[in-house]
């Protein structure tokens, strides 16, 4: 079976940074598109960041280019997301996801990832 799990999540005064994991089986990372999506409460959810199946390349949202960034470890069979400059903005429950995408345009399209953790929050607050 797919399962995905993240962790990590917590409490970061703006400016801070913050490390989610993001612990996966049941699938190759390496076929696969993995992403992070978040969702603030009343806001739809929105992608974050992925690194995607067809071409290895990471796409990324205009509000976290620059300061996030996702890596993969293979042996530990995990995905990070390294959080810098967090701004307040930034709040919401951070999800990881996994599909197999048969375009990079639909990267941000929560409906086409099929497998998805269980979510952990972000709170950036002074």
């Known amino acids: 079976q797919v399962q995905l799990v993240e962790s990590g999540g917590g409490l970061v005064q703006p400016g801070g940074s913050l490390r989610l994991s993001c612990e996966v089986s049941?699938?190759?990372?390496?076929?696969?598109?993995v992403a992070w999506f978040r969702q603030a409460p009343g806001k739809e959810r929105e992608g974050v960041l992925s690194m995607y199946n067809g071409d290895g390349r990471i796409y990324y949202g205009d509000s976290v280019q620059g300061r996030f960034s996702i890596s993969l470890d293979n042996a530990k069979n995990a995905v990070y997301l390294q959080m810098n400059n967090l701004k307040p903005e930034d709040t919401a429950v951070y999800y990881c996801?996994?599909?197999?995408?048969?375009?990079?345009?639909?990267?941000?399209?929560?409906?086409?990832?099929?497998?998805w953790g269980q979510g952990t929050q972000v709170t950036v607050s002074s």
């Open positions: 996801a996994a599909g197999r995408l048969r375009s990079s345009y639909i990267w941000n399209l929560p409906g086409y990832y099929p497998h």
């Open positions: 049941g699938f190759d990372l390496s076929s696969y598109t």
